[in-house]
């Protein structure tokens, strides 16, 4: 089956760091790939997604490019602020038919950024 | 456009008995998942609900159960309670017709089983 794995937490940064969050998949065919942040207290948000091989997608200075070759999606951000400490998750959603609203999602990296 | 709700905020019960949590989707979503998320698992796919209907469901016992009212607000059902479904249980619902891809998710309900 899908399975999202990402790289064990907690990360911590000083401010205006360069962030890297790994995440690798597997999954059959073609999924779309997504991470979600959730700040304390809250439900999941999306940040940023892509749906097809080489997409790169891009939201409040973070990116993260599907690679299908090495089966990956890495969160990259160029400069942490303090406001970026949260829970971050990798999910895929498969395109086996009869699953499209079904998220597989990773465990999750808990970042935290200090001034 | 109120995002999307669930009450009660937390809950707290016993071994054994049996909860019900709730949903309310932003207005206009047809289709509403449930997940659970604990520290040691993660978040994990309960079922999914469209048009009153469960099109998908996770790998959990039939303990848990869920429906869908012809407004959209789901319910989802825990009953005899153990230990271990002491979790956050998240509700997420869909713009219909929006392929899915973006999921908006409500604050959760806190579960806690003594």
């Known amino acids: 089956g899908d399975s999202v794995t990402q790289m064990e937490g907690p990360v911590t940064l000083s401010e205006e760091a360069f962030l890297t969050i790994n995440c690798t998949y597997t999954?059959?065919?073609?999924?779309?790939l997504f991470w979600y942040v959730q700040y304390p207290g809250e439900g999941l948000q999306l940040l940023l997604k892509?749906?097809?091989?080489?997409d790169k997608g891009s939201n409040k200075g973070f990116e993260a490019t599907y690679r299908k070759e090495t089966t990956s999606f890495h969160l990259e951000k160029g400069s942490v602020q303090v406001s970026d400490s949260a829970v971050y998750f990798c999910a895929l959603r498969g395109n086996s038919g009869g699953s499209n609203y079904k998220l597989t999602f990773g465990k999750g990296t808990l970042l935290t950024v200090n001034p | 456009k109120a995002g999307v709700t669930q009450t009660p905020r937390y809950l707290i019960k016993t071994r054994g008995q049996q909860v019900t949590l709730s949903c309310s989707p932003i207005s206009g979503h047809r289709s509403v998942s449930w997940y659970q998320q604990t520290p040691g698992q993660g978040l994990q796919f309960l079922f999914e609900?469209?048009?009153?209907?469960?099109?998908n469901k996770g790998n959990f016992p039939g303990r848990f159960s869920g429906r869908q009212f012809s407004n959209s607000r789901s319910e989802m059902n825990v009953s005899t309670l153990e230990l271990g479904d002491s979790a956050l249980y998240l509700c997420?619902?869909?713009?219909?017709?929006?392929?899915?891809?973006?999921?908006?998710f409500g604050s959760g309900t806190q579960l806690s089983v003594l």
């Open positions: 609900y469209f048009s009153e209907t469960q099109r």
């Open positions: 999954a059959t065919g073609y999924p779309s």
């Open positions: 892509a749906t097809k091989a080489d």
């Open positions: 997420a619902s869909t713009p219909s017709g929006g392929g899915g891809e973006k999921l908006f």
